[in-house]
């Protein structure tokens, strides 16, 4: 597998190798010696599924306290999905990367614990798949808003309508957000 870093430290993108013929392809999405060697996590303790049409935008999601990384990757469609720096003392605090990840490109995306998460789905009936390394807790989810012009994150929004959910809705600026030290 191939690890591409990001312009922000933390969250970096997984190019598996990929074995196809005429026939389909095969690939490991999550190797324990493998990750292990990157330097990448190895313990999981929850793995999700979400199927959303083209314009849903999901996020910017996070726990505080209780912080979950995530590794999330698409099975069908595709994503713009972005990872935001919520490490006060990080130098790149409030930052952004983004990645398209699709079920054609295969790519993955580690999402480290002190980000906020969220992607926007760029074709009907898309399946995004993430495992996490700490279990969901209702109580200790923010949400970043995800349109904040202090954080400036770049969607690719031509032509698409955005759907959000009501709580992904009044998401807080990063200035009201609960940030990691």
């Given at each position: 597998m191939n690890v591409i870093p990001c312009d922000i430290e933390g969250p970096v993108i997984i190019e598996p190798k990929v074995f196809g013929d005429d026939r389909g392809f095969f690939f490991e999405s999550w190797n324990m010696s493998a990750f292990g060697a990157a330097g990448l996590p190895t313990a999981f303790v929850q793995d999700n599924h979400s199927r959303s049409?083209?314009?849903?935008l999901r996020?910017?999601?996070?726990q505080n306290p209780a912080p979950q990384g995530k590794l999330v990757r698409v099975a069908r469609g595709a994503v713009f999905d972005v990872a935001v720096d919520l490490r006060a003392s990080s130098p790149t605090f409030g930052k952004w990367a983004g990645v398209t990840l699709s079920a054609e490109n295969k790519r993955m995306f580690w999402v480290p614990e002190g980000f906020a998460h969220g992607f926007l789905t760029l074709e009907d009936d898309t399946d995004f798949l993430y495992k996490c390394t700490a279990p969901y807790a209702p109580q200790h989810?923010?949400?970043?808003a995800?349109?904040?012009?202090?954080?400036?994150?770049?969607?690719?929004?031509?032509?698409?309508?955005?759907?959000?959910?009501?709580?992904?809705?009044?998401g807080l600026p990063l200035d009201k957000v609960p940030v990691f030290a």
């Open positions: 049409q083209k314009g849903v996020g910017m999601h996070f989810e923010c949400s970043l995800w349109d904040d012009p202090a954080v400036g994150i770049e969607w690719p929004l031509d032509g698409v309508d955005v759907k959000l959910s009501a709580k992904d809705a009044v």
